[in-house]
């Protein structure tokens, strides 16, 4: 399947340039490099798991038998990219980005939060609301232009409620982050935004403070948990190991750990239909805004 934004709506919208961030974790030869299993990050990675991730990293190294690279960007569109052109072996990426790009990525797991393989987008604002239709004609905020809960679901809403997602709001624009989706709603630089509930749910663990003035105005349905994926052209075996290393790091207490830190209970496998839903929202977005 193949969709792509139209022309129409990229020109209407104002956008701010990503900028990329590698995360070099220790020293890694030339050699090494070369031999790296490669896995590709985007801000759905708080900065306070960073740390952690370098745990992660060393549980990873361990179970595939080989030096891991954890290499952090801040669009999906960059991952993709990287994913497509052979700089990255594998990535946890967004639903609506695997659905779009399905027939280039291999399908490897799907983490398992609160004892579910799916996830919310959640609609917030600075003022009590009903739903996302009450923020008409105000500041919106929106995560990144690939991202299922940060983009698709609120255009989606907007198209199926009969309205024009281009003159709905009075202007929008990208954070490039679920967190700063937060960020903007809560400062007052945006009215009301469209955000990852896991993020939303995981980083008022960290930061309470900055949600005493927030307000969850609508909840989307359940959708398949942002899935980690493997490059297509990933050798089998490889693939193999990356997902046993995946489903089965609750079954030690190093995976337990690190598990727990990223707010989840495990990963586990899932097919393509787990994301049908998203699926069917691309198509009909795309469709709209042609």
């Known amino acids: 399947m193949k969709v792509t934004l139209s022309r129409r709506w990229l020109l209407k919208q104002m956008v701010l340039a990503p900028v990329g961030l590698a995360l070099p974790w220790g020293e890694v030869s030339s050699r090494e490099r070369s031999e790296s299993f490669r896995l590709g990050l985007t801000p759905v990675i708080l900065d306070e798991q960073i740390q952690l991730l370098q745990g992660w990293r060393d549980d990873l190294a361990v179970r595939l038998q080989r030096p891991v690279e954890m290499l952090r960007r801040t669009s999906y569109e960059e991952i993709v990219g990287l994913l497509r052109g052979g700089g990255l072996d594998a990535a946890w990426l967004c639903g609506y980005p695997y659905v779009v790009h399905g027939d ?58 009969g309205h024009d997602p281009l003159s709905f709001f009075q202007r929008t624009f990208f954070t ?45 349905p359940a959708f398949g948990f942002p899935p980690l994926v493997a490059a297509g052209a990933l ?49 009909r977005v795309e469709a709209a805004l042609q």
């Open 235 to 283: 050798d089998e075996k490889t693939v193999r190991l990356f997902r046993q290393a995946l489903v089965g790091m609750h079954r030690d207490e190093e995976g337990r750990r690190i598990l727990e830190a990223l707010s989840l209970d495990r990963f586990r496998e899932v097919d393509r239909s787990h994301y049908d839903a998203i699926r069917r929202m691309a198509v």
């Open 176 to 220: 490039w982050s679920h967190r700063k989706v937060i960020h903007a709603v809560a400062s007052g630089l945006a009215d009301g935004g469209a955000v990852d509930g896991y993020v939303y749910e995981t980083l008022r663990c960290h930061e309470p403070d900055w949600f005493q003035g927030i307000h969850i105005v609508e909840r989307s």
């Open 104 to 161: 280039d990525l291999r399908l490897v797991a799907a983490p398992v939060h609160r004892g579910r393989t799916l996830y919310r987008s959640y609609i917030i604002s600075r003022r009590p609301g009903e739903g996302l239709i009450s923020l008409q004609h105000q500041v919106f905020a929106f995560a990144d232009p690939d991202s299922n809960s940060g983009w698709l679901y609120p255009n989606y809403r907007l198209v199926e409620a």
